[in-house]
Each structure stands twice: as C-alpha cells, then as structure tokens.
T-cell receptor, first 116, second 110 residues
Framework: NAGVTQTPKFRVLKTGQSMTLLCAQDMNHEYMYWYRQDPGMGLRLIHYSVGEGTTAKGEVPDGYNVSRLKKQNFLLGLESAAPSQTSVYFC???????????????FGPGTRLTVL | GQNIDQPTEMTATEGAIVQINCTYQTSGFNGLFWYQQHAGEAPTFLSYNVLDGLEEKGRFSSFLSRSKGYSYLLLKELQMKDSASYLCAVPNTGGFKTIFGAGTRLFVKA
C-alpha cells in the first residue's frame, strides 16, 4: 500500500497564479484533511471531508477551495495565490471511528509551496 | 474553545531520558494523541491516551491526567534519531477534527 500520496512535492508560483494540489489515499478512509504548517504555528486545518461529495471549512479556509469527487482523492485549489500562502501543505486521512473511538491520522509527505 | 501548550524546544543527551509536557484545555475530552515529525517529513502517530495513567510502548511512554489537563511523552535511552518535533493533539468535541499543538523540537546531542 502506498498510504497517502501528494502531488506535486514542490512548487513555486507567482502571485495571482492558480494551482491544484492532489491527495490520494489507498486505505479506503472516509475522512480526509488538508493542513498547512508554518514555523512556530503547528498544523492548521484548512478544509476537511467526512465522505465522498462532502467538504467543510477548517480553521483557515480563506483563499482555498476543495473537492472530493472520489473517496480516495481530495483536491486543494488555490485560485489566486498570495505570498501569505507560502507554506508546507499536508494531506491526511483516517478511517471512520466507531462510537467513542478516535483513531490516528495518516499523513502524506507534504507539498512545499512558495509564492513569489 | 480548545488550546494546547507545549515547550518550543528541548535539548537532551544521547542515552538519557527526556519528558515532553503538554497541557490542554478542551470543552469536552476525547483523548490525546502524540505524533513525531522529523524535519522535512510528515507527522507519524506515536500514541493515544484516553484514560488516566501511563502507557508504555518500547522506549516511548505517554502519560495522561484528565483532571489536570496534562500529558507527557517520556523518551528513554535517547538516540540521535529521536531528534524531531513532537506534536501533542486532541480531537475536537464533534470528533471530526483534531487540534494540534505547535510542537516541541527535541535536539539529541552526543
């Protein structure tokens, strides 16, 4: 199993350009997440999905959009990139928990994005 | 709301023991996670505590006190490869999301 994969691994954008980050998981997990990680600030949730066709906003959703058309894929879009979006982006997934159970997340290797 | 505090950095010597503390404030408690993250890599799961007490897993142990809103990660027989960031995290009340602390960077020196 590949687990959680992300493409691309690195990208440099100019202000105003758009791009899509792709996350794929082969563990049949229901829940998927997009985080950004900045120095000294830990992981901050951008958007998440609890199932195919559903998405919800996280802590820092502005400037990002997501889609989950297939269970195994979760796409993160930047319509008009800004320097403030320079960050490392991690995708994660986890299986649906039974009542009272909270299970761990599995993370992809990350995408390092620089916006000039 | 939810809030997690952990020290920013710690330094320890190879072969020693180090304790990384985490305090949290939540409106409802659904357990506490510890993740390890090496520089330039993804976080990986270390432990999950939902009941009070110490859980041991090889060289790593994790402790929880729900009444004090406190947890710690204990690393024994430190090795150079243990140099990494250690993230404390708690699920939110609804359970879909997890709130992460900023992480503690551990430096292991020879």
């Amino acid at each position: 199993n590949a687990g959680v994969t992300q493409t691309p691994k690195f990208r440099v954008l100019k202000t105003g350009q758009s791009m899509t980050l792709l996350c794929a998981q082969d563990m049949n997990h229901e829940y998927m997440y997009w985080y950004r990680q900045d120095p000294g600030m830990g992981l901050r949730l951008i958007h998440y999905s609890v199932g195919e066709g559903t998405t919800a906003k996280g802590e820092v959703p502005d400037g990002y959009n997501v889609s989950r058309l297939k269970k195994q894929n979760f796409l993160l879009g930047l319509e008009s990139a800004a320097p403030s979006q320079t960050s490392v982006y991690f995708c994660a997934s986890r299986r649906r928990a039974t009542a009272g159970e909270y299970n761990e997340q599995f993370f992809g290797p990350g995408t390092r994005l620089t916006v000039l | 709301g939810q809030n997690i505090d952990q020290p920013t950095e710690m330094t320890a010597t190879e072969g020693a023991i180090v304790q990384i503390n985490c305090t949290y404030q939540t409106s409802g408690f659904n357990g506490l996670f510890w993740y390890q993250q090496h520089a330039g890599e993804a976080p990986t799961f270390l432990s999950y505590n939902v009941l009070d007490g110490l859980e041991e897993k090889g060289r790593f142990s994790s402790f929880l006190s729900r009444s004090k809103g406190y947890s710690y990660l204990l690393l024994k027989e430190l090795q150079m490869k243990d140099s990494a960031s250690y993230l404390c995290a708690v699920p939110n009340t609804g359970g879909f999301k997890t709130i992460f602390g900023a992480g503690t960077r551990l430096f292991v020196k020879a």
